[in-house]
């Protein structure tokens, strides 16, 4: 790997009295990629972006921005970085203008170029009609979407997401999407936490699962499917008395990595479909098997967390001690 | 520095614009303290209280320092409120995201309370004057009372401040501040001069800052310089005190939550 590394977290610890809130995480982020955090509620995921982001002091371990550390350097890192916190953090008392000029004041920006950067940031989010109106006048989706104008005006080099969609119809979700990606198109390095599985999916180039303060595992949504032992083909057969025949036959087939029997039929794992799928259709001809169903299935993200997990991303974390 | 002013000044800044979109709320923190303290409880206790007690022309003018240090110890102990609102939306985060001093919103928050105070005693002694009561040191007198009304209001607004930043919730806040200011006025000389006061409370009122304050201000309303000066260089020496006991304790307040 020679890709420019934009975040660096090594051995991050950060406790909440005696309660690991994050439990001795490293990794690192690409310069231009979108980077997740997955993980369910309590997870530690915005315990580690507010490390990242200078708010928090790590109580062990370190993470650096660039190659700036966020504790020593913080005030280089802050100039670097956009953040959007997972709270709709709006003053409902300003309106959407007053808001991005607070921060172009607070970034040091001159009149001109901050009304620059205004009128152009307005126009991205689409509210450039509302832009002189309370917050509180805003629906939930404009908020988000003021927020994340918010994330952009200082014109970062990597913009912090918490949870950007949560709570959100399905069409805002749609296009939030699309401006993170766009973002990326723009060059920007653009980590995000989340915890629907969906979004990571979709959105992220890679993604750490996190749980329980700890990394359970990390790389591209395709990797960890495929690490995951592949696709699955589920037949469900006639008569399941020539079952373990086939079974014993499909075992030796070199694109097929593992077969299971079901109550139906069999899951077999498979690393190319393409030259699977013949390979079951034929053994199954010349054993006679008749099959009623098949049915082919790529590995959800859902199966790699449960995997790495041992839950759905539903299920309520199990308490551990202290609040 | 030039960084800093800009920042300070855009998050001061802020401060008013939410006060001047809050219209009812201003009307009633300008108007509730002259109206319900000075002028209903100042005319209501009119002949009710003794003059050779309170050894004031009039009631008024002996309420009249309590009313303006009473409307300090509000000011300033409301004065963290909105940080507790902006710690718990997340825009507090939000702005200390930003690479701005770590003082900046602190200060604005200083700046924004010590300006509306003053604006609010000048208007409670303007009401006074309506009701003949002419400060008895003029207008020298007047700054000196903003002086002394800001050095304490800088101590109550830390308290204040370093209370938002140490509560779990806004519930608890409130709480603590229902608890605090009551006893502050009622054990103090704001009422009620000491010598009328029972043994035990003018004895826990000699320990109340806000005595001292109250003790410096009234001279400088009713008697003179000559009576006002030993008053006011000892509330300065304590207010010295009381303010780097508090900013202290507010820093560290500050610190653990900022950390
Ligand atoms: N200020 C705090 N004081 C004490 N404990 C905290 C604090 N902030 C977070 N925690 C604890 O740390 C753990 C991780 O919290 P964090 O907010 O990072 O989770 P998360 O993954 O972002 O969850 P969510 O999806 O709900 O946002 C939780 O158990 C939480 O209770
Ligand atoms: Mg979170």
Redesign the interface.
């Known amino acids: 790997m020679d890709r420019a590394i934009a975040i660096d977290v090594k051995q991050l610890c950060k406790s909440y009295e005696r309660h690991k809130a994050v439990d001795d995480i490293s990794f690192q982020v690409y310069a231009g990629e979108i980077f997740g955090l997955l993980g369910p509620n309590g997870a530690g995921k915005s315990t580690t972006l ?1 490390t990242l ?3 928090l ?1 790590p109580t062990s371990g370190s993470a650096a921005v660039f190659g700036h550390d966020t504790v020593r350097e913080a ?1 280089t890192v ?2 670097l ?1 956009g ?1 959007v ?7 409902r ?2 309106t959407g203008r ?1 808001h991005l ?3 172009g ?4 920006l001159s009149k001109t170029e901050a009304a620059k950067r205004i009128d152009e940031l307005l126009t991205l989010v689409e509210l450039n009609a509302h832009a002189d109106r ?1 917050a509180k006048t805003y629906s939930g989706g404009m908020k988000r979407k003021l927020d994340i104008a ?1 994330g952009l005006l ?1 014109n970062p080099k990597i913009l912090f997401l918490d949870e950007p969609t949560l709570g959100l119809d399905v069409q805002s979700r749609l296009r939030i999407w699309e401006y993170v990606r766009m973002l990326k198109t723009r060059g920007l390095t653009v980590v995000m936490t989340t915890n629907y599985l969906d979004e990571a999916d979709q959105l992220c180039d890679r993604l750490a699962i996190i749980d329980g303060g700890k990394i359970k595992t990390l790389g591209s949504p395709a990797e960890l499917k495929i690490a995951l032992g592949g696709d699955i083909v589920s037949l469900t057969l006639k008569e399941t008395d020539r079952t373990a025949g086939l079974e014993a036959v499909l075992k030796d087939q070199p694109a097929i990595t593992s077969v299971r029997t079901t109550d139906k039929g069999l899951d077999i794992r498979v690393e190319s479909p393409e030259k699977a799928l013949p390979a079951i259709l034929d053994s199954a001809n010349r054993l006679g098997c008749n099959i009623e169903f098949i049915q082919y299935n790529r590995p959800r993200l859902d199966d790699v967390f449960i995997a790495h997990t041992g839950r759905a991303i539903t299920e309520s974390v199990p308490e551990t001690g202290s609040t | 520095m030039e ?1 800093y002013w ?2 300070i ?3 001061t800044m ?1 401060w008013v ?2 006060l001047s ?2 219209k009812f709320s201003m009307l009633f923190t300008l108007v509730q303290p002259m109206l319900f303290w000075l002028i209903f409880f100042g005319n209501l206790f009119q002949r009710a209280a003794d003059t050779q007690v309170t050894q004031a022309p009039n009631y008024i003018s002996f309420l009249a320092a309590g009313v303006v240090v009473m409307t300090v110890l509000n000011n300033g102990l409301a004065g963290g409120v909105d940080l507790l609102f902006d710690k718990e ?3 507090l ?8 001093h770590r003082s900046s919103v602190i200060l604005s928050r200083f700046l924004f309370v010590m300006t509306i105070t003053s604006l609010q005693v000048l208007v409670i002694l303007g009401v006074a004057f309506l009701f003949d009561v002419h400060p008895a040191t003029g207008l020298l007198g007047v700054a000196t009372i903003l002086l002394i009304g800001m050095m304490f209001g800088v101590g109550l607004t830390a308290i204040s401040m370093a209370m938002a930043f140490s509560v779990k919730s806004h519930g608890d806040f409130f709480s603590v501040l229902g608890f605090l200011s009551l006893p502050m006025i009622f054990l103090s000389s704001a009422l009620v001069p000491l010598v009328a006061m029972p043994g035990w409370m003018s004895f826990l009122a000699k320990f109340n800052p806000m005595t001292w304050v109250i003790d410096a201000v009234r001279p400088l309303i009713l008697s003179g310089w000559s009576e006002a000066l030993p008053h006011v260089g000892m509330v300065v020496i304590v207010m010295l005190v009381f303010d780097a006991l508090c900013l202290y304790g507010g820093a560290k307040a500050f610190r653990r939550a ?2």
């Open positions: 507010r982001i200078t708010l002091h005030d802050r100039m970085i953040y916190p997972q709270e709709r953090a709006i003053d008392f300003l007053e000029e607070l921060l004041a607070l970034y040091h309370p918010c200082p | 960084h800009q920042e000044g855009a998050l802020r614009k939410r979109r809050e939306n997340g825009f985060e939000r702005l200390m995201s930003t690479p701005i900022m950390g």
